[in-house]
């Protein structure tokens, strides 16, 4: 080579791959929220279709229910006449059909459950009570409309399921003095006073609309009483009308299934779940107090 040729490089070339990951990254994000936009429009006019109604869908975005699972696209709706009422919608990522109707979204035994809740709240004078249904029933016959857990009590009489979960709280004092009471309920043996308190509730809590009604009572330490009340009010307070609180604080659960078959005092224990994944008792409450 010529000693006399000298070789340019180029000056601050790491500016153009600066530049260069700028554009990148801006692209990636101009595209994401052009996708997200879409898929919200995409979302709002399936519910408004299968509901009948204006829905408002809002942080869209990606996530993996789960390591392993297939990648979704997720938003969090509401409908126009009751933005206290939020729950989920959700479709595969792969799904690129502006017009899939695979959707995975739970807005009608959502709106159920909370309807629900009231008429109970109101029976038992609690706040502390949600419930779960469940309703066997065809698309079609609800399809393009909005209907009450009233309606839906009367087109799918003796087709749903009812499960009342309902909180109280006891002295831990006097539940450690009361342990084997407690115990003992825990296997379907109730002490008359048991059966004076439950008999009476239960008897409340019937309902011949549908084919099944479990009543599930959480007994917690009282002393936690702010802690659970405020847990479970943040959930309402969210628009949340299912879920599951902490177990911190509790001291006795039982299951009670099909009460609408219970017809005296003496049938509760027999409806009493024994199995261990259901009933419970906090037996280290004989060692903290």
Known sequence: ?????????????????????????????????????????????????????????TNVHYKCPYFGAPLEIEGLAYAEDDPSLKFEIAKSASDNDPNTRFYSESYNRDLWEKQKREEIRGVLNSELVWVGIVA????????????????????????????????????PYMFKKEFTEYSNLVQGKLSKNQMDFLFPLIQKLKDNNYSKVTLVID????????????????????????FNISEEG???RIWIRDINSIDKPEDIGSHINTEITDGYINEEILLEY
């Open 219 to 242: 007994y917690y330490n009282k002393e936690r009483w702010d802690k659970v009340k405020n847990e479970i009010m943040g959930y309402f307070r969210q628009g949340k009308y299912q």
């Open 136 to 171: 066997y029933y065809e698309e079609e016959e609800v399809y393009g409309r909005t209907i009450s857990i009233y309606e839906a009590e009367q087109l799918f009489k003796d087709r749903m399921e009812l499960c009342i979960s309902y909180v109280l709280f006891k002295n």
């Open 1 to 57: 080579m010529d000693k006399g040729v000298a070789i340019l490089k180029p000056k601050h070339s790491w500016y153009l791959w600066i530049y260069g990951l700028i554009a990148l990254v801006l692209g990636f994000v101009l595209w994401y929220n052009v996708k997200m936009m879409l898929v919200k429009e995409q979302m709002e006019r399936y519910l408004r279709e299968t509901y009948g109604k204006e829905f408002v869908v």
């Open 250 to 252: 509790l001291l006795c």
